[in-house]
């Protein structure tokens, strides 16, 4: 009898077991195929925002109907589609801090070129940089920021990491960088670097703009990150540039007022 019941468990045990194989093997085959689904490109409308999603808190969020377009703008305010991937992401051809050819390599072809370029330029004026982290999908962006929310909360964790959807990192046109010795990658202690003030000074050129900048973090959302670049093309760089705004104020968008 103690045999018999001993067969019945470990059929029941192989049973559960087998399930859970072919309910993960299920998960993640969905899941390659939404982060691989290729989103159709069309022609930027006037109004880049379509619908309005109202918050917990009152305020509202707009999500963008045209996420396609070099200026776009990404903040806690308006959000990217659901499962929103670019379509012309490549791999631009300059070092980062780590080896792996991995998503997080990647640009829009445009955002990989003036990254290339102004890497050029930086190492000519012997300044040499490295990548942090460009593209992030919605899927990894949604990872990392249930991560923090665990850690610290939600209410903490939105203070320094993006909404799913809301991250600039998922446009494929932003980059956190970082000076040739790899040191303080995305941290507090990159300000002051000569790589900071190097790209304070020049990013403009190149088309890029500090997206978060000092004492903006009620318009922006996020404190100072001048590790943070953003490819917005060069007029639209230089102009936020020389008015010393920020992209919100360059679109007359609401400001975020965290």
């Given at each position: 009898?103690?045999?018999?019941?001993?067969?019945?468990?470990?059929?029941?045990?192989?049973g559960?077991a087998?399930?859970?194989?072919?309910?993960?093997?299920h998960?993640?085959?969905?899941?390659?195929?939404?982060e691989?689904?290729?989103?159709?490109a069309?022609?930027?409308?006037?109004d880049?925002?379509?619908?309005v999603?109202?918050l917990?808190?009152?305020?509202s969020?707009?999500?963008v109907?045209?996420?396609?377009?070099?200026p776009v703008?990404?903040?806690k305010?308006?959000k990217l589609?659901?499962h929103?991937?670019?379509?012309?992401?490549?791999?631009?051809?300059?070092?980062?801090?780590?080896?792996?050819?991995?998503?997080?390599?990647?640009?829009?072809a445009?955002?990989?070129?003036?990254?290339?370029?102004?890497?050029?330029?930086?190492?000519?004026?012997g300044?040499?940089?490295l990548?942090?982290?460009?593209?992030?999908?919605?899927e990894?962006?949604?990872s990392?920021?249930?991560?923090?929310?665990?850690?610290d909360?939600?209410?903490?964790a939105?203070?320094?990491?993006?909404?799913?959807?809301?991250?600039e990192?998922?446009t494929g046109?932003?980059i956190?960088?970082?000076?040739?010795?790899?040191?303080c990658?995305a941290?507090?202690?990159?300000?002051?670097?000569?790589?900071a003030?190097?790209?304070?000074?020049?990013?403009a050129?190149y088309?890029?703009?500090i997206?978060?900048?000092?004492?903006?973090d009620?318009?922006?959302?996020?404190?100072?990150e001048p590790?943070?670049?953003?490819?917005?093309?060069?007029?639209?760089?230089?102009?936020?540039?020389?008015?010393?705004?920020?992209?919100?104020e360059?679109?007359n968008a609401?400001?975020?007022n965290?």
């Amino acid at each position: 009898m103690t045999k018999f019941r001993f067969i019945i468990l470990c059929l029941i045990m192989f049973g559960i077991a087998l399930a859970g194989c072919v309910g993960k093997s299920h998960f993640e085959s969905k899941r390659k195929t939404v982060e691989q689904q290729p989103m159709p490109a069309s022609k930027p409308p006037a109004d880049t925002m379509k619908s309005v999603k109202h918050l917990q808190n009152g305020s509202s969020i707009q999500v963008v109907s045209n996420p396609e377009i070099i200026p776009v703008l990404v903040n806690k305010l308006n959000k990217l589609p659901d499962h929103y991937m670019p379509t012309d992401l490549i791999y631009p051809d300059i070092p980062f801090t780590f080896k792996e050819k991995i998503e997080k390599r990647k640009m829009r072809a445009a955002a990989a070129s003036a990254i290339e370029n102004l890497f050029a330029g930086a190492n000519q004026d012997g300044v040499k940089l490295l990548g942090v982290s460009a593209y992030r999908s919605h899927e990894v962006q949604a990872s990392l920021f249930n991560h923090y929310v665990k850690s610290d909360g939600y209410e903490a964790a939105k203070t320094y990491s993006a909404v799913p959807g809301t991250s600039e990192h998922e446009t494929g046109l932003a980059i956190d960088v970082t000076g040739g010795d790899g040191k303080c990658a995305a941290e507090e202690c990159f300000e002051g670097t000569e790589a900071a003030g190097w790209l304070e000074n020049h990013s403009a050129e190149y088309g890029f703009i500090i997206r978060y900048p000092k004492g903006r973090d009620a318009i922006t959302g996020y404190k100072y990150e001048p590790w943070h670049l953003r490819y917005v093309g060069k007029a639209i760089a230089q102009e936020i540039k020389s008015r010393g705004i920020t992209l919100e104020e360059y679109n007359n968008a609401t400001p975020v007022n965290n």
